[in-house]
C-alpha cells in the first residue's frame, strides 16, 4: 500500500490544501500562550501581545495568544471528518505578571473553545513530565506558605467530532490496525509518564528549543488509538514532523502546517533510514507481546503471527513496514510518498525463520 505526507510552509488559520471532513485525526501540540518562548511568536502576529505583557496585564496577553490559536480551532472542525478524534497536548504556564505569580489555565481555555465549536470532550490525559532538579521548587522553597506546587504534567486533551465511526463488519483496515490487549491496558491509562524515545534531534537541539517537539511515542501511540490504517493524520503546529513521521509509521497518511518550513529539514534527515526503523520498531513491538504472552494460558491464535492473542479481536493485527520512501519537496511543501508491505514474514516470525512452524 502507498501512503503521503505533506507538509505546508503557511499559517494553519488557512489551511486551504485540507479539503472540509478530510480528516480522520487530529495530533498536535500548539505554542503554549504565556510560556515566554513563544511571546515573540504570538506577539509577531499581533502587537497587542506585547503591548499587554509590558503593561503587566496577564490576563488580557493570556486571551491575546488564545484568539490566534482560535482561528485554527475554527479550521480543525472544518476539515475534521464527523467521528474524527483531535488530541492536543498542552501545558498550562506558570508566570509573574506585573509583579504577580499565577498560573495560566491553557488547558481550559482550549477545551472551551474546543467545545464551543460542537466538539465532544472526551476523558483526557496527564501526561507527566518529572522535574529532577534540587532547585525545581518556586517561591520560599521549605519555608510555608509562600511555595508553590511544581508543575510537573501537561494534558492530552482528546475531543470527538459527532458520534463514533463506523465500519463494515469485519474491516480489514480496522482488525488489522487493532492493539494488544497489554497496549491497551497501558495506553488508555488516564496517567503517561514522560517517555523520550525516538526523539532523535541531537543535530538540531536549535530545532528543537524552537519547535519544542514532544517524544516520537505521544503521537505514535496516540495514532494506533484513534485511527486505522491508511486513514489522513493532521498536525497544524507540525514542527519538525515528529506527527508526520509517527503516521509513516503506522502507515497512515498525513499533512501538517508550520509558519517555519525550515524546521522540516529535520524531519528530511528522520526519514533517510526509515524503512530499517520501520522494521525494527515493529519487530521489537511483536517481540514485547511475545513476552507478555509468556506467562499467560489460553487466548487464541494470531493469524499472521506465531504467538497467541487474549481477544478474539487481536487475532488479525498485521502492521505494515515502510519498505520505500520517496521525497518530493517544493519551495513551499515538503511532500514524501511511502510504500508499505505487511509485517508478517519470517522477519517478524522467528520460529518460523527456524522451521519450529
Same mark, same amino acid.
Given at each position: 500500500?502507498?501512503?503521503?505526507?505533506?507538509?505546508?510552509?503557511?499559517?494553519?488559520?488557512?489551511?486551504?490544501?485540507?479539503?472540509?471532513?478530510?480528516?480522520?485525526?487530529?495530533?498536535?501540540?500548539?505554542? !503554549?500562550?504565556?510560556? +515566554?518562548?513563544?511571546?515573540?511568536?504570538?506577539?509577531?502576529?499581533?502587537?497587542?501581545?506585547?503591548?499587554?505583557?509590558?503593561?503587566?496585564?496577564?490576563?488580557?496577553?493570556?486571551?491575546?495568544?488564545?484568539?490566534?490559536?482560535?482561528?485554527?480551532?475554527?479550521?480543525?472542525?472544518?476539515?475534521?471528518?464527523?467521528?474524527?478524534?483531535?488530541?492536543?497536548?498542552?501545558?498550562?504556564?506558570?508566570?509573574?505578571?506585573?509583579?504577580?505569580?499565577?498560573?495560566?489555565?491553557?488547558?481550559?481555555?482550549?477545551?472551551?473553545?474546543?467545545?464551543?465549536?460542537?466538539?465532544?470532550?472526551?476523558?483526557?490525559?496527564?501526561?507527566?513530565?518529572?522535574?529532577?532538579? #534540587? =532547585?525545581?521548587?518556586?517561591?520560599?522553597?521549605?519555608?510555608?506558605?509562600?511555595? !508553590?506546587? =511544581?508543575?510537573?504534567?501537561?494534558?492530552?486533551?482528546?475531543?470527538?467530532?459527532?458520534?463514533?465511526?463506523?465500519?463494515?463488519?469485519?474491516?480489514?483496515?480496522? !482488525?488489522?490496525?487493532?492493539?494488544?490487549?497489554?497496549?491497551?491496558?497501558?495506553?488508555?491509562?488516564?496517567?503517561?509518564?514522560?517517555?523520550?524515545?525516538?526523539?532523535?534531534?541531537?543535530?538540531?537541539?536549535?530545532?528543537?528549543? &524552537?519547535?519544542?517537539?514532544?517524544?516520537?511515542?505521544?503521537?505514535?501511540?496516540?495514532?494506533?488509538?484513534?485511527?486505522?490504517?491508511?486513514?489522513?493524520?493532521?498536525?497544524?503546529?507540525?514542527?519538525?514532523?515528529?506527527?508526520?513521521?509517527?503516521?509513516? #509509521?503506522?502507515?497512515?497518511?498525513?499533512?501538517?502546517?508550520?509558519?517555519?518550513?525550515?524546521?522540516?529539514?529535520?524531519?528530511?534527515?528522520?526519514?533517510?533510514?526509515?524503512?530499517?526503523?520501520?522494521?525494527?520498531?515493529?519487530? +521489537?513491538?511483536?517481540?514485547?507481546?511475545?513476552?507478555?504472552?509468556?506467562? &499467560?494460558?489460553?487466548?487464541?491464535?494470531?493469524? #499472521?503471527?506465531?504467538?497467541?492473542?487474549?481477544?478474539?479481536?487481536?487475532?488479525?493485527?498485521?502492521? !505494515?513496514?515502510?519498505?520505500?520512501?520517496? +521525497?518530493?519537496? =517544493?519551495?513551499?511543501?515538503?511532500?514524501?510518498?511511502?510504500? #508499505?508491505?505487511?509485517?508478517?514474514?519470517?522477519?517478524?516470525?522467528?520460529?518460523?525463520?527456524?522451521? +519450529?512452524?
Amino acid at each position: 500500500m502507498r501512503t503521503q505526507h505533506v507538509l505546508y510552509a503557511g499559517d494553519a488559520a488557512a489551511m486551504d490544501a485540507v479539503a472540509d471532513e478530510s480528516v480522520h485525526l487530529v495530533v498536535t501540540s500548539p505554542p !503554549y500562550p504565556m510560556i +515566554e518562548l513563544w511571546d515573540d511568536l504570538f506577539a509577531s502576529r499581533d502587537p497587542d501581545v506585547r503591548a499587554a505583557l509590558d503593561a503587566g496585564d496577564g490576563d488580557a496577553a493570556f486571551e491575546l495568544m488564545h484568539a490566534q490559536l482560535d482561528a485554527v480551532w475554527d479550521e480543525v472542525d472544518r476539515v475534521l471528518a464527523p467521528g474524527g478524534m483531535a488530541c492536543i497536548n498542552v501545558g498550562d504556564a506558570t508566570r509573574s505578571i506585573g509583579g504577580e505569580f499565577q498560573q495560566y489555565p491553557n488547558h481550559v481555555r482550549i477545551v472551551d473553545a474546543l467545545r464551543s465549536r460542537g466538539l465532544t470532550p472526551l476523558p483526557d490525559v496527564l501526561w507527566r513530565k518529572p522535574t529532577n532538579s #534540587h =532547585t525545581k521548587f518556586m517561591g520560599s522553597g521549605t519555608l510555608p506558605p509562600n511555595a !508553590y506546587v =511544581t508543575l510537573e504534567h501537561e494534558y492530552v486533551l482528546l475531543f470527538r467530532k459527532g458520534g463514533t465511526r463506523s465500519f463494515p463488519p469485519g474491516d480489514d483496515r480496522r !482488525y488489522e490496525s487493532a492493539f494488544f490487549w497489554e497496549e491497551r491496558n497501558r495506553w488508555f491509562s488516564d496517567l503517561w509518564e514522560r517517555r523520550g524515545e525516538g526523539q532523535a534531534l541531537d543535530d538540531h537541539e536549535e530545532r528543537r528549543d &524552537r519547535s519544542a517537539a514532544f517524544p516520537l511515542d505521544i503521537p505514535l501511540r496516540l495514532i494506533r488509538m484513534f485511527s486505522v490504517r491508511d486513514d489522513r493524520v493532521l498536525d497544524p503546529f507540525a514542527g519538525t514532523g515528529t506527527t508526520a513521521l509517527a503516521a509513516m #509509521h503506522t502507515a497512515r497518511n498525513s499533512v501538517g502546517y508550520d509558519l517555519d518550513a525550515d524546521l522540516f529539514e529535520a524531519l528530511d534527515d528522520r526519514v533517510i533510514d526509515l524503512p530499517t526503523a520501520s522494521r525494527r520498531r515493529i519487530a +521489537e513491538r511483536l517481540d514485547r507481546h511475545r513476552d507478555a504472552m509468556a506467562a &499467560r494460558d489460553g487466548g487464541y491464535e494470531a493469524e #499472521h503471527y506465531d504467538f497467541r492473542v487474549v481477544t478474539k479481536r487481536e487475532r488479525r493485527i498485521r502492521p !505494515y513496514a515502510v519498505a520505500s520512501v520517496t +521525497e518530493r519537496s =517544493t519551495t513551499e511543501s515538503r511532500r514524501y510518498v511511502l510504500d #508499505h508491505r505487511p509485517a508478517d514474514g519470517d522477519e517478524f516470525n522467528p520460529a518460523a525463520a527456524e522451521g +519450529e512452524l
